[in-house]
């Protein structure tokens, strides 16, 4: 077994071909985030060589990278341009945040699992992504201070939308989360525009529990 990069290289392009694209994810953008962004960087050493596989891994505390399709798919539905402002909630492995970093101008990602927190903001600056900014907070009340963003991103399963996130949305901004109870979710799609906000369900999902202030109670 050895650490070589075009051993991953080749495994995240068969990643992209068999998972991402069969599947009808189109857009170039997260086609090329999710072929570039070194997945198994992400997760412990002993799971590298099943960080490509069409599946979610665990990352400690209880929690999961998510699954590749999953990330590609929530990615593609913000519709994003390269100069948005994104917020994250749920930092977890920092993946999700590298992939968004590779397409916009600057991500904003807060974690409430303070070892969580500290390992991706660790990888962040040891792959040198620049344009990410973390924060060690209870997300469902958002980061006001840098709001409005053009896109939100809840990467755990919420009982409900966070009303703080929703006013921090931008005109014409969009936001993606799973809503429902803790063992299955709907992935709900929001659109601010000059009428309001809009609201559609894009089919079921399975996500780790959004624990906070809007989210479930920690028990
Ligand atoms: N986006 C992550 C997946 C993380 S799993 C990745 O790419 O690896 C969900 C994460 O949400 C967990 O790390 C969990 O601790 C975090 N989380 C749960 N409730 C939160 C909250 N209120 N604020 C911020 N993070 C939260």
């Known amino acids: 077994m050895t650490n070589d990069p075009r051993k991953y290289q080749r ?54 990278i998510s699954q590749p ?26 993946y999700q945040a590298a992939i968004l970093s590779e397409i916009v101008f600057r991500v904003y990602t807060i974690e409430t699992i303070r070892t969580l927190h500290m390992q991706a903001r660790k990888l962040f600056d040891e792959l040198k992504y620049t344009n990410i900014v973390t924060r060690y907070a209870d997300g469902t009340n958002g980061w006001a201070d840098e709001s409005p963003f053009d896109a939100i991103i809840i990467t755990a399963g919420a009982p409900g ?4 996130l929703v006013d921090q949305l931008a005109m014409g901004g969009r936001m993606i989360l799973p809503v429902g109870d803790r063992l299955t979710q709907d992935m709900v799609k929001l659109y601010r525009d000059e009428d309001g906000i809009h609201q559609s369900k894009l089919g079921g999902c399975r996500f780790v529990k959004l624990v906070g202030e809007y989210g479930w109670s920690g028990d």
């Open 69 to 94: 399709y999953i990330v590609a798919h929530m990615t593609q539905s913000l519709a994003l341009s390269k100069d948005d402002r994104v917020l994250e909630i749920g930092t977890g492995s920092g």
């Open 11 to 64: 495994l995240r392009e068969s990643m992209v071909k068999n998972q991402i694209e069969a599947r009808g994810i189109t857009d170039p953008d997260v086609l090329r985030a999710m072929g570039t962004v070194p997945r198994h960087l992400f997760v412990s050493e002993a799971l590298m060589d099943q960080a490509y596989a069409d599946n979610p891994l665990p990352i400690g505390e209880q929690q999961t």
């Open 161 to 164: 939308i966070p009303e703080p």
